[in-house]
């Protein structure tokens, strides 16, 4: 199987767990670009559900798809959210960000009574940090708050290149208008202590590390779909 039909698979898994009535978080990649289409397809047959999108581009989709969207200030308590993520560990912590997106997917994952993770194999880590964790930071400052964050991982006996992301030349902005580094670490032995500093850093926004907001992650495999369920 190709990643692309792992991540396929996995967003018809999540599709078991969307009943009709449900408010619904939808994620921003790839992979969460799967569960979108499959939600279209039932809401053109009839499934009642609204949605709240966690950027733009998953905004966009979304209509074309015909999916009834809402807001956080109307629904501020959702039924579900079902994202991608660049990995997820066996404690469900996970590193996104990787598209951008990441302060709208805590926000609206951490507002859902569950976050279901879909993900291809490739995402599973024994540890996080192979990929580097993205930080949404204000553009005013960013020198300033980098040197932060590097103390931040200092403190936790880490060491990172920090690379400010850019598109088509210019610097990256997020649907909020921020800018975001990217933290190339290795291994975050402590990715809790890690987010407890970044997140209190002044002109860190937020970070791409999302503990103990993940409750399911759906992994497709060649061998099929594997749940893994927080007990
Ligand atoms: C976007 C994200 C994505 O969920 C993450 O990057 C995974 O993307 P993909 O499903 O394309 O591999 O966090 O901000």
Redesign the pocket.
């Known amino acids: 199987m190709t990643a692309d039909q792992k ?1 396929h698979a996995a967003a018809e898994a999540a599709l078991t767990y969307v009943k009709p009535g449900m408010k619904l978080g939808l ?7 799967h569960f979108i289409d499959l939600v279209g397809a039932r809401v053109r047959a009839g499934l009642d559900v609204a949605c709240v999108p ?2 733009e581009t998953t905004r966009h989709q979304a209509e074309r798809a015909g999916i009834p969207l809402t807001t956080l200030d109307q629904h501020p308590f959702l039924d579900l959210a079902v ?4 990995e997820f560990d066996d404690k469900f912590n ?9 302060l709208a ?1 805590k926000i609206v994952a951490s507002s859902s009574r569950y976050m279901i ?4 194999d490739s ?1 599973k880590v024994d540890t996080l940090g192979r990929f580097p964790l ?1 930080v949404e930071v204000v553009p005013f400052g960013v020198k300033a708050t980098a040197w932060k964050i590097e103390r931040a991982l200092k403190i936790c006996g880490l060491t990172g290149k920090l690379v400010l992301r850019t598109k088509a030349g210019q610097p990256f902005r997020t649907d909020g208008g921020h800018a975001i580094v990217d933290v190339s670490i290795g291994r975050i032995a402590d990715p809790a202590r890690l987010s407890d500093l970044l997140s209190v850093i002044p002109g860190v926004v937020d970070h ?1 590390l999302f503990i103990g907001i993940c409750g399911i992650v759906l992994m497709g495999t060649d061998a099929g779909v594997k749940t893994f369920r927080k007990s």
């Open positions: 991540k994620g921003t990649g790839s992979t969460a670009a966690t950027s994202d991608g993520a660049d996970l590193i996104k960000g990787g598209g951008g997106a990441l997917e993770v879909i993900a291809d995402k993205p791409g």
